[in-house]
């Protein structure tokens, strides 16, 4: 199934997908899978870059879907912009409320 | 947006203008990235509040409590990612005019939805092998219990949500009443819901 512009005007946006790309796509992101279990099973990582590590495939793979699987790529960068940048707020929330938590139960 | 240049029929469908900001999205897909973004806040609190309680704790997993089957997750992970592979497929399907196999993969789609919540409830209570809440892990006797079932059982009603919207709008398109606008629309959602389960489990999950 090859991809080709959309012949219903109700939908917005034309098809990009190919079936090749959308399997490249899921097979990617099912060795990202196995690596993070690598990283978890694997004895001697230490914790800190451990965590680095899976946040950094975590969000790898959120990317994969939301620009493949949910057509992110083809939309307008004002469209993009829209659903990305809010999620800096929770990210910057995050740093700041777990660092807090983290450092009072250190200190 | 021009909305007067928009062309409008009350039984067909809508043919949006393209807009300098927005292109040809429409506003029912802008209205539900809007959504997916306010629902995802959701999801992000909750993990937050994850984090916030187990770097708080000194000892995180109270004695007696069982570990959490990680091997079995990332199963049901590469599970919720092939529906959305088959839920993108449908939806090409859909738009290139192939009823038939758009139907099936869909149809497909939400089958697997359903597994991905039994493979959630052997999980909690088992119905193959003891569950978590046998083994030790109960809602109320620990904050790592109550996060982790408050945050997988959320997530749990948004798969149960998808799949009803799922078989929904398949029903809708087999009898014409739904085109490719709305399995769009419902392939948002559902991808959304995998795009989610990415992070919880990462921060449930896998976190050292």
Not at chain 2, 18 to 34: C, S
Not at chain 2, 58 to 72: D, M, R
Not at chain 2, 183 to 194: A, G, N, Q, R
Request: glycine share 10%.
């Amino acid at each position: 199934m090859e991809s080709s512009p959309a012949a219903d005007p109700s939908t917005s946006a034309p098809v990009h997908a190919s079936l090749r790309e959308s399997l490249l796509v899921f097979v990617v992101l099912g060795i990202l899978v196995l690596f993070e279990l690598g990283i978890v099973k694997m004895p001697g990582i230490a914790r800190v870059p451990a965590m680095v590590a899976l946040v950094a495939l975590a969000v790898s793979k959120a990317l994969l879907i939301g620009f493949f699987f949910m057509h992110l790529r083809s939309e307008t960068r004002a469209l993009k912009l829209t659903v990305l940048a809010p999620f800096l707020f929770p990210a910057v929330y995050a740093l700041v409320l777990v660092g807090d938590a983290a450092w009072r139960m250190l200190r | 947006m021009s909305a007067h240049a928009a062309t409008h029929d009350h039984h067909g469908p809508v043919a949006w203008p393209r807009d300098a900001q927005y292109g040809t999205a429409t506003p029912g897909k802008i209205g539900m990235w809007i959504f997916l973004v306010s629902d995802a806040f959701s999801f992000a609190a909750f993990l937050i509040a994850n984090g916030i309680l187990r770097s708080g704790a000194a000892v995180w997993q109270q004695p007696g409590e069982p570990p959490l089957g990680i091997n079995f997750t990332a199963g049901l992970t590469v599970l919720l990612v092939l529906t959305s592979l088959t839920n993108v497929i449908g939806y090409t399907a859909a738009v290139q005019g192939k009823k038939k196999q758009a139907t099936w993969l869909l149809a497909l789609t939400a089958l697997g939805g359903l597994l991905f919540l039994v493979g959630q409830y052997q999980e909690w209570f088992g119905i193959w092998g003891p569950g978590l809440v046998h083994e030790g892990l109960v809602f109320g006797h620990s904050a790592r219990a109550s996060i982790f079932y408050v945050t997988t059982g959320f997530h749990g009603l948004h798969v149960l949500a998808g799949v009803v919207y799922m078989l929904a709008v398949t029903v809708g398109y087999l009898r014409g009443k739904a085109g490719p606008g709305q399995i769009e629309l419902m392939s948002l959602f559902w991808c959304f819901v995998d795009f989610v389960w990415i992070f919880v489990f990462t921060f449930i999950y896998l976190f050292p």
